[in-house]
């Protein structure tokens, strides 16, 4: 059974950083297609990054210019660096590993606040 484990939520205040980590237990890690999502109360899950097999990112437009993606093959990790953290960055993250399935972590919460 795949296991997504996620760390590296917590409450920061706004123009902070945090930076989240998820390891995935697939075999060849390299051919899924890897990223977050996130979900804040109210609304639907969003993606906000992923990277592909190739490592070419795709971000959503909210997050351009202040989070990055990126992927370690050999340990089977996914990383978001997320600066210039905003008040509306709070949420739920949560890592996505896909390729012919779809896995999810259990989330980790991000709180953006004074």
């Known amino acids: 059974q795949v296991q997504l484990v996620e760390s590296g939520g917590g409450l920061v205040q706004p123009g902070g950083s945090l930076r989240l980590s998820c390891t995935a237990s697939?075999?060849?890690?390299?051919?899924?297609?890897v990223g977050w999502y996130r979900q804040a109360p109210g609304k639907q899950r969003e993606l906000v990054a992923d990277?592909?097999?190739?490592?070419?990112?795709t971000y959503a437009d909210s997050v351009k210019g202040r989070f990055t993606v990126s992927r370690d093959n050999a340990k089977n990790t996914v990383y978001l660096q997320m600066d210039s953290l905003e008040p509306e960055d709070t949420a739920v993250y949560y890592c996505?590993?896909?390729?012919?399935?779809?896995?999810w972590g259990q989330g980790t919460q991000v709180t953006v606040s004074p």
């Open positions: 996505n590993v896909r390729r012919f399935n779809t896995y």
């Open positions: 697939v075999s060849i890690f390299r051919l899924y297609v």
């Open positions: 990277i592909n097999t190739g490592g070419s990112p």
